[in-house]
């Protein structure tokens, strides 16, 4: 199964028909947050990535919520957005949390607390494709000289050894991989990833 993955648009519609012309060589396409900027431009970003016919799954970032995210994707029918739960794709079992995890100090972000964070993690099927905005704590995290990542979010990979951990969100981090026991984990960025499962 090939995968193209990437993370925080923030409104660049040029990037996402940029995507979607990309996404014919892909199996299944994965949007890990951030397609508006402080909840403006998620339609018209959504719009253009519209044209996707393969399997999309996407999470929301801080910029944007989980329910406007499914609202903006209701015409886009090969779109599922995930938020606390997992699908299955050709025996590949995906699992979705977006949000900014740890909380931003940002009053318009849509953010969830750690503790919320694990609860809701705990139901991360085992070696599934784990796909989150925020990055765990202490890889592919570290902005303005500190790691601004989600002690929850790797503890789950601990636990759970996605057989991948695809986020984005701290834009310092784009392009950045590391690993977790097994797990690779990378910060996505914008300008798209083929990965092969």
Partial sequence: MKLLAFSDLHRDRDAARRLADMSQDADVVIGAGDFASMHFGLGRTIEALS???????????????DAALSRACASFSAAKVLHGEATEIDGVSFFGLGAGIPPTPFPWSFDLDEERAGETLEECPEHAVLVVHSPPKGVVDRAFGRNLGSKAIRAAIERKHPRLALCGHIHQGWGQEAKIG???????????KFFDL
Wanted: overall charge negative; glycine content about 12%.
């Fill in 51 to 65: 044209s996707i016919v393969k399997p999309t799954l996407l999470v929301a970032g801080n910029n944007e919520s």
């Fill in 182 to 192: 097994e797990t690779r984990v990378v910060n996505l960025g914008p300008e798209g």
